[in-house]
C-alpha cells in the first residue's frame, strides 16, 4: 500500500510557473517508474511526464521543454516544475505509481 498527495496546483496567467509536489507514504523509487498524469476538463487523463528507478525521463510532447520531473529519494516526494504555462495546461494533475493515484490537484492558466 502507498499513499500519494499531490499539492502545489493553483491559477496563474499564461506563462507564469508552478511546482508540483507529490508525497509518497513510503519508498516508491527504488524499483518502479512514477509519472505525473493530468486530464483537462471533458477530455480523457493523459500521461505528463515520468521518471524511471534509473532516472530516465520522458515528456509527453505538448510539455517537452517547459516541463521538468524531478524526485528527492530522502523525502519520497516528487516535482513537476512547470514553466511557461499555456491555457490548455488547465487540468487536473495526477501522480502515479504502479495502480496507486493520489487525489489530483487542479491547474488552472488564465490566458
Known amino acids: 500500500q502507498v499513499q500519494l498527495v499531490e499539492s502545489g496546483g493553483g491559477v496563474v496567467q499564461a506563462g507564469e510557473s508552478l511546482k508540483l509536489s507529490c508525497a509518497a507514504s513510503?519508498?516508491?523509487?527504488?524499483?518502479?517508474?512514477v509519472g505525473w498524469y493530468r486530464q483537462p476538463p471533458g477530455k480523457q487523463r493523459e500521461l505528463v511526464a515520468r521518471?524511471?528507478?534509473?532516472?530516465?525521463?520522458n515528456y509527453a510532447n505538448s510539455v517537452q521543454g517547459r516541463f521538468t520531473i524531478s524526485r528527492d529519494n530522502a523525502k519520497n516526494t516528487m516535482y513537476l516544475q512547470m514553466n511557461s504555462l499555456k491555457p490548455e495546461d488547465t487540468a487536473v494533475y495526477y501522480c502515479?505509481?504502479?495502480?496507486?493515484w493520489g487525489q489530483g490537484t487542479l491547474v488552472t492558466v488564465s490566458s
Open positions: 502515479n505509481y504502479l495502480a496507486w
Open positions: 513510503r519508498n516508491i523509487f527504488g524499483h518502479n517508474a
Open positions: 521518471i524511471t528507478s534509473a532516472g530516465t525521463t
